[in-house]
Nanobody, 119 residues
Framework: QVQLVESGGGSVQAGGSLRLSCAASRSIFSIKAANWHRQAPGKQRELVAHITEGATTTYADSVKGRFTISRDNAKNTVYLQMNSLKPEDTAVYYC?????????????WGQGTLVTVSS
């Protein structure tokens, strides 16, 4: 089954930290590039962080200096370390990868994990 399994969401107070994980199923041979997106209630989904196959990273201005995207190719897993969390970071976080499945490259999305930051 081609899927991404996200974990690490939860509730935290402002100023706290969480680490999200996004593990690719074995049917995804490897990850080319990956994104973390988020969608807050009543708002459009936004791109939070991106990592390339060569581990170059880019971030939304709202999370620069606080969030870090990383990858472990051996585990076929992507992470999002979130520090200094703010109430406005509250959202459902989704990972999405460009993954090699068989002989093709496909975009695969995770199911989402809820992050709630209280003031």
């Amino acid at each position: 089954q081609v899927q991404l399994v996200e974990s690490g969401g939860g509730s935290v107070q402002a100023g706290g930290s969480l680490r999200l994980s996004c593990a690719a199923s074995r049917s995804i041979f490897s990850i080319k590039a990956a994104n973390w997106h988020r969608q807050a209630p009543g708002k459009q989904r936004e791109l939070v962080a991106h990592i390339t196959e060569g581990a170059t990273t880019t971030y939304a201005d709202s999370v620069k200096g606080r969030f870090t995207i990383s990858r472990d190719n051996a585990k076929n897993t992507v992470y999002l370390q979130m520090n200094s969390l703010k109430p406005e970071d509250t959202a459902v976080y989704y990972c999405a990868v460009d993954g090699y499945v068989g002989e093709g490259l496909f975009e695969v999305w995770g199911q989402g994990t809820l992050v709630t930051v209280s003031s």
